[in-house]
């Protein structure tokens, strides 16, 4: 697997001035899976969780988990051990850290006095079992990998690398349409773009751009030209508000639970984040239903100020 993306990692990291065998690290978290996840939810090629993948710029979603992006995910991941390499100041304790994090290797180098990695993996408590056995793996497996013949892996032959055509494509389409488009299998086109992890692009609110869309080398040309000549989808969106789901949007907006729960692809009792745009299936409003006012007892008078309301609990 890992001929489908070690080169243009490699490029990432060479333009980052990084020493490109840090791409083995990447084996070890993943083996060069974009779309694994971990039992606590560490999701890709690097294994980020949600925050931390925010942290460093990647986009994760109801619609688009970028930790899946092979080239997102690595531009990200070389923001982060570049900064790890500054804060402790070589590379054992920046991949040290990427492991167990920075707040407990700093601790460990607090606690023990010394910044030296070996001396910490030596030392009882100094650092996590997990840790001291990550940094000699990627040493190992870079010394492997850069001398294949030499332990018998001459022969292998690597998958090709992952080559591909951009097009952009209207918000809200349909994979199956995308793939039609592009002459190839609904499979083939998620595999290119793991990103994407509903059944339809992420649809937006307003006039917002297309959204790139990876398709197999020489069909980018036919794809835009079949695209082109389709309609749009049409439809409504509106912007998630705290503490909604499926039961409060139907309540709110009309509409069937079981269309919202079905149009984008929520599990019953879903919380959403709030500002994750949403599609309004048919039946439903993109404004509130207007309700009857329901009469209230209150302990004492209340005013309410100028662009404010009341809200009982």
């Given at each position: ?181 592009a002459k190839t299998s609904e499979q083939e086109l998620k595999s290119l773009n793991p990103q994407y992890v509903a ?115």
């Open positions: 697997k890992a001929g489908r993306y070690v080169s243009s990692m490699k490029a990432e990291m060479r333009r980052a001035g990084l020493p490109t065998d840090l791409v083995w690290l990447s084996m070890i978290e993943s083996g060069h899976n974009p779309s694994i996840e971990s039992p606590v939810g560490a999701v890709g090629l690097w294994q980020f969780m949600p925050q931390s993948g925010r942290m460093y710029g990647l986009t994760v979603d109801k619609w688009v988990d970028e930790r899946r992006d092979p080239a997102r995910s690595t531009q990200a991941a070389v923001r982060l051990l570049s900064d790890l390499r500054e804060r402790f100041g070589n590379w054992e304790l920046a991949m040290a850290a990427y492991n167990m994090g920075y707040a407990g290797l700093s601790k460990s180098i607090g606690k023990y006095n010394t910044n030296d990695y070996w001396a910490l993996s030596r030392l009882e408590g100094g650092i996590p079992w997990e840790t001291t056995l990550y940094v000699p793996k990627i040493f190992a497996l870079a010394i492997v990998m850069n001398n294949r013949e030499a332990f018998g892996l001459g022969k292998i032959q690597a998958d090709p690398a992952v080559s591909f055509d951009t097009i952009l494509v209207e918000p809200g389409a349909a994979w199956p349409d995308v793939a039609k488009a059944e339809r692009l992420p649809p937006t609110a307003g006039s917002e751009p297309k959204w790139a869309v990876r398709v197999p080398r020489g069909k980018g040309m036919e794809a835009l030209a079949a695209l082109s000549g389709r309609t749009a989808a049409k439809f409504d969106t509106i912007v998630a508000r705290f503490g909604d789901d499926a039961s409060s949007l139907s309540s709110d907006y009309g509409g069937r639970e079981t269309d919202w729960m079905r149009e984008n692809q929520l599990d019953k009792d879903e919380r959403i984040e709030a500002g994750t745009v949403l599609i309004v299936p048919r039946g439903a409003q993109s404004k509130p239903v207007a309700k009857p006012m329901q009469e209230l007892v209150v302990s004492r008078p209340v005013e309410v100020g100028p662009g404010l309301g009341l809200v009982f609990y």
